[in-house]
């Protein structure tokens, strides 16, 4: 379960997304997860990776154990470096926010 605890922009510079994520440790062993938080930029105009790790946590969990993870994504986790324009920029348009335990997910 992914909930956007809160979203706000008003300028480029001023981005702030706050997620929360839910997990539970379905089995019957305490265990260990690392929750990953990826940004991808759905039209970008330059070269860029499909994904972009941008937050994790490492998270303990006991049997049956749930737990909340929360990730703040400020200005910086959208950008990218503007070789022609030599400063870090955000591109208009939309991204997607993506969630797993690693790159595959």
């Known amino acids: 379960q992914i ?3 809160s979203f706000t922009t008003q300028k480029e510079e001023e981005i702030q ?11 019957n062993v305490a ?11 759905v039209e970008s105009t330059v070269y860029r990776p499909e994904q972009e790790l941008r937050a994790f946590s ?13 990730f703040n994504l ?3 986790a ?5 070789i022609g324009a030599k400063k870090w920029v955000v591109e208009p348009g939309d991204f997607e926010i ?5 790159s595959r997910d």
Request: aromatic share 10%.
């Open 98 to 102: 993506r969630i797993g335990s690693s």
């Open 17 to 27: 997304v706050d997620l929360e994520v839910e997990i539970q440790n379905i089995s």
């Open 58 to 70: 490492k998270v303990f969990l006991e049997p049956g154990e749930k737990k909340l993870v929360s």
């Open 78 to 82: 959208f950008q990218f470096y503007d």
């Open 3 to 5: 909930r956007i605890a």
């Open 31 to 41: 265990a260990a997860e690392v929750v990953q938080c990826y940004v991808h930029d």
């Open 74 to 76: 400020k200005s910086d």
